[in-house]
C-alpha cells in the first residue's frame, strides 16, 4: 500500500515494514525512515493522523503524521506515545480510511471521518474518529466482549461481516462503493454507509485473492 501525504513524502507498507518515502527528481525516491513490526502492518491515513495495526495483535494505535515523520536512527515505534489506542475484540487483519457524508436531525449533511477494521473472524467494524476521546487511556483496562459496557461497544459500531476473515478493504475510485474480500475469494461491494445495499457480490474466483485495485 502506498499512501501521499501532504508535502512530498509518502507512506510504503511492505509486509512488516512500514517505509517513510521523500519524492526526489525524475520519479525517484529516497528512504527517510523503515519501521519493521512482528508482523504484516496495516495503515490508514488522514491529513494529521495515522492509524497503525499489527496483525499480530489487536490493537491498532493513532499517531500524529509528524510523529512517524520525525528524524530518528529507531526503527520501531516503540520510542512513540499513541494518541489513542483502540482495543478490537479480535486480532485485527486490516484497516481502511472511510470519509462520508451523512445527514443530521436536522438534516443538514455534515462529513464524518473514520476508519473501518476488519478481524479474523470476517467482522468489520467502523470506528467514527470522534470517538477517539472516549477510548480508554489503557487498552488493558477494558473488558472482555460479554463483558464490556455498552459505552465501549459505541466507540466502534459492527456494520457487517464475512462468513471468513476479512483480508482486504478498499473504495472505488468515486468514493460511494466498498469493497472487501475474504479467505474464501468472496468479493462484496456496498454502498456504504448504506451496507445492506449490496452492489456485487463474487464467489467464482478460484484462486486466492491478494489484492484490489482502482480503475
Not at 77 to 93: A, Q
Not at 100 to 114: L, M, N, T, V
Not at 149 to 178: I, M, W
Request: net charge neutral; with cysteine; glycine share 4%.
Amino acid at each position: 500500500m502506498l499512501k501521499k501525504l501532504a508535502d512530498s513524502r509518502w507512506f510504503l507498507q511492505l509486509n512488516r515494514y512500514l517505509y517513510v518515502l521523500t519524492e526526489q527528481q525524475e520519479r525517484h525516491m529516497k528512504v527517510d525512515r523503515r519501521y519493521e513490526f512482528e508482523g504484516p502492518v496495516r495503515f490508514a491515513v488522514w491529513d494529521d493522523m495515522v492509524a497503525v495495526a499489527n496483525e499480530s495483535d489487536k490493537l491498532v494505535k493513532f499517531f500524529d503524521v509528524s510523529q512517524l515523520l520525525s528524524e530518528g536512527s529507531e526503527t520501531t515505534l516503540d520510542h512513540l506515545v499513541p494518541k489513542h489506542i483502540y482495543k478490537n475484540w479480535k486480532k485485527v487483519t486490516t484497516i481502511h480510511p472511510m470519509n462520508f457524508e451523512a445527514k443530521d436531525d436536522k438534516d443538514s449533511k455534515r462529513k464524518i471521518k473514520g476508519v473501518l477494521i476488519a478481524d479474523k473472524v470476517g467482522e468489520v467494524y467502523f470506528l467514527n474518529l470522534d470517538n477517539l476521546e472516549k477510548l480508554p487511556k489503557d487498552p488493558e483496562t477494558i473488558p472482555g466482549k460479554n463483558e464490556a459496557p455498552e459505552s465501549y461497544d459505541y466507540v466502534a459500531k459492527l456494520v457487517y461481516g464475512h462468513q471468513q476473515t476479512c483480508t482486504f478493504l478498499n473504495t472505488s475510485s468515486c468514493g460511494r462503493f466498498l469493497i472487501s474480500v475474504d479467505t474464501l475469494n468472496k468479493v462484496i461491494v456496498n454502498n456504504f454507509p448504506n451496507m445492506f445495499n449490496l452492489q456485487s457480490v463474487s464467489t467464482e474466483q478460484q484462486s486466492e485473492i491478494k489484492d484490489c485495485i482502482q480503475v
